[in-house]
T-cell receptor
Framework: TQLLEQSPQFLSIQEGENLTVYCNSS?????LQWYRQEPGEGPVLLVT?????EVKKLKRLTFQFGDARKDSSLHITAAQPGDTGLYLC???????????FGKGTTLSVSS | ETGVTQSPTHLIKTRGQQVTLRCSSQ?????VSWYQQALGQGPQFIFQ???????GRGNFPPRFSGLQFPNYSSELNVNALELDDSALYLC??????????????FGEGSWLTVV
């Protein structure tokens, strides 16, 4: 069974701080995706990482895919209140028909 | 704005009742997937429809059923509602039946409360 575990589950920080969210699995994934979800809305895709060791940057967000394609991390530099939300990592199941999601990391950034 | 629209946005049902949720996929997308997201959890895959046929199913009982229409819109039906069915139901559309490598667009979801 493919599972994705995210940590931490909750994170409450002050504006300007840095943070890292982790997504780990014992299974190899062909790619991993990171989503951000705000209350009352559906998840919105932030990035897809495909190659082991790949690093992608999206403004203050840095995403890394592990060399073995079993884990990924999301690093936010100088967090802002607008970064508040639920961050989800997801990978395709073996059949390629569905996304398997982690339980998410709820981030709260206060000013 | 993802182009995926769901209705209704919120509804309350009584245990034992039946519910139908609707989804209009993004224009040109032939694949629709449904996910259940309980409070504080990540979305869980229910099933996927590709060109009007069920193309994959998660670990949900048969009382969860679906349909996809020729225009690729979709319905999720849940019979004999239970309290644990209370959740956000998300519809997602994509261009093909393969999830890997294709961008999936989610709707804003339908909040179902079972009392």
């Amino acid at each position: 069974t493919q599972l994705l575990e995210q940590s931490p589950q909750f994170l409450s920080i002050q504006e300007g701080e840095n943070l890292t969210v982790y997504c780990n699995s014992s299974s190899v994934f062909s790619s991993l995706q990171w989503y951000r979800q705000e209350p009352g809305e559906g998840p919105v895709l932030l990035v897809t990482v495909v190659t082991g060791g790949e690093v992608k940057k999206l403004k203050r967000l840095t995403f890394q895919f592990g060399d073995a394609r079993k884990d990924s991390s999301l690093h936010i530099t100088a967090a802002q209140p607008g970064d508040t939300g639920l961050y989800l990592c997801a990978g395709a199941n073996q059949a390629g028909t569905a996304l398997i999601f982690g339980k998410g990391t709820t981030l709260s950034v206060s000013s | 704005e993802t182009g995926v629209t769901q209705s209704p946005t919120h509804l309350i049902k009584t245990r034992g009742q039946q519910v139908t949720l609707r989804c209009s996929s993004q224009s040109g997308h032939n694949t629709v997937s449904w996910y259940q997201q309980a409070l504080g959890q990540g979305p869980q895959f229910i099933f996927q429809y590709y060109r009007e046929e069920e193309n994959g199913r998660g670990n949900f009982p048969p009382r969860f059923s679906g349909l996809q229409f020729p225009n690729y819109s979709s319905e999720l039906n849940v019979n004999a509602l239970e309290l644990d069915d209370s959740a956000l139901y998300l519809c997602a559309s994509s261009l093909s039946g393969r999830g890997s490598g294709n961008t999936i667009y989610f709707g804003e979801g339908s909040w179902l409360t079972v009392v």
